[in-house]
Nanobody
Framework: QVQLVESGGGLVQAGGSLRLSCAASGSTFSIDTMGWFRQAPGQQRGLVADINTGGNTNYADAVKGRFSISRDNAANTVYLQMNSLKPEDTAVYYC??????????WGQGTQVTVSS
């Protein structure tokens, strides 16, 4: 099993930046894709960005050009650099990993609030 611990959320003004981190432990050797999802009140959880072991990235249209995902495989950590934040980016952000068998693991979530 994989355990995930997120950090870096908080309150920021519109136009500001935040960096989220997610450290994985446990069966990290099996991890393929690492990513971030978010869920705003009354909305479904959706993909923000992900990155596979080859470094290939995928972004939601709403964050392209503003957010950047990266990973440190040696440290089993994935990062999400969020720039030019908007009030509509306000949500709980969840770290996610998918292993080579397709099993998902989730973090506990970290709140990001962007004030206008």
């Amino acid at each position: 099993q994989v355990q995930l611990v997120e950090s870096g959320g908080g309150l920021v003004q519109a136009g500001g930046s935040l960096r989220l981190s997610c450290a994985a432990s446990g069966s990290t050797f099996s991890i393929d894709t690492m990513g971030w999802f978010r869920q705003a009140p009354g909305q479904q959880r959706g993909l923000v960005a992900d990155i596979n072991t080859g470094g290939n990235t995928n972004y939601a249209d709403a964050v392209k050009g503003r957010f950047s995902i990266s990973r440190d495989n040696a440290a089993n950590t994935v990062y999400l650099q969020m720039n030019s934040l908007k009030p509509e980016d306000t949500a709980v952000y969840y770290c996610n990993t998918v292993d080579q068998k397709g099993h998902n693991a989730w973090g506990q979530g970290t709140q990001v609030t962007v004030s206008s």
